[in-house]
């Protein structure tokens, strides 16, 4: 099993246009994010969750040229703005995409993209997506998924948990029930804004208090903002939890 973290950054991405800050202006690769995706390829699938702005971008780079599943975490641009080259992946394999989400966000999807989802022939071509809601734990082709709500502000949204593997993008909270399933995990991915507090995202010091409790293998730290320089946070969090980068590639010893 390989995840890919296709972006990391928060919905401006990093830089920000007309943004001159030390992190905007930084030579590091590591610094520069583009908007937060993830891609999981298991038993030969490849599963990506959130079709964020950058998608076509993300895409070209890793030579992602199939995708037999799209999961939703929630409806808000930076998650779901790349949805439109979604219709690429159809031409070229000639295949409707199955997407799953919660209801809110498949209510939120359909009038976003109005376009997309009202059955009316467009000469240049729509994606073709067949949307199905989430409610309990399911199978895709073999592969377990498991859906894990957790709070974003007020809204209740969902990461996931394929194997041993658990993704969880603005996050603000994670109820009881939802802890629960994420025992035992090699690898979670969890959100970290920023040093100061956000209503509707954990910052850096909550994430990692979540990441300890969870206590996975490895924690890696995602949808950061400019306020972040990759080698200052990696130089201050403990062993076992890091701060992603676009492009970082986790192998798992499962199939
Ligand atoms: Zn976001
Ligand atoms: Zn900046
Ligand atoms: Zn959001």
């Known amino acids: 099993m390989k995840v890919i973290i296709l972006g990391c950054a928060t ?6 246009v007309g943004c001159n800050c030390p992190v905007c202006t930084s030579d590091n690769p590591k610094n520069k994010r583009t908007r937060c995706s993830l891609f999981i390829e298991k ?3 490849n599963i990506l969750i959130d079709s964020s702005t950058d998608l076509r971008f993300q895409a070209l780079k890793h030579n992602i040229t199939r995708l037999d599943v799209v999961l939703y975490t929630h409806s808000h641009a930076d998650h779901t703005h790349g949805i439109d080259d979604l219709r690429t992946f159809n031409f070229v394999n000639n295949m409707v995409i199955p997407c799953y989400a919660n209801l809110q966000t498949i209510t939120n999807l359909k009038n976003n993209f109005g376009y997309i989802f009202d059955g009316v022939y467009s000469a240049g071509g729509k994606p ?5 809601v989430v409610e309990n734990n399911f199978d895709f082709d073999g592969i377990n998924i498991i859906p894990v709500e957790i709070n974003h502000a007020q809204w209740m949204i969902l ?7 658990a993704y ?13 399933k994420l025992m035992g995990l090699e690898l979670l991915i969890i959100s970290a804004l920023r040093y100061t507090e956000h209503p509707a995202h954990f910052n850096i010091e909550q994430a990692v208090e979540m990441a300890q409790k969870i206590n996975p293998k490895l924690a890696v730290l995602t949808h950061m903002g400019h306020e972040v320089d990759y ?3 990696l130089s201050e969090l403990p062993d076992n939890i890091v701060p992603a980068y676009d492009g970082m590639e986790v192998e798992l010893d499962e199939p």
């Open 11 to 16: 919905s401006t991405g990093v830089p920000i």
């Open 43 to 45: 038993n030969g699938k």
């Open 128 to 132: 073709q997506l067949e949307l199905y």
């Open 159 to 165: 990461g996931y948990r394929i194997g041993n593997v």
């Open 168 to 180: 969880l993008t603005d996050c603000s909270g994670v109820p009881d029930e939802s802890l629960k």
């Open 231 to 233: 080698d200052t946070l």
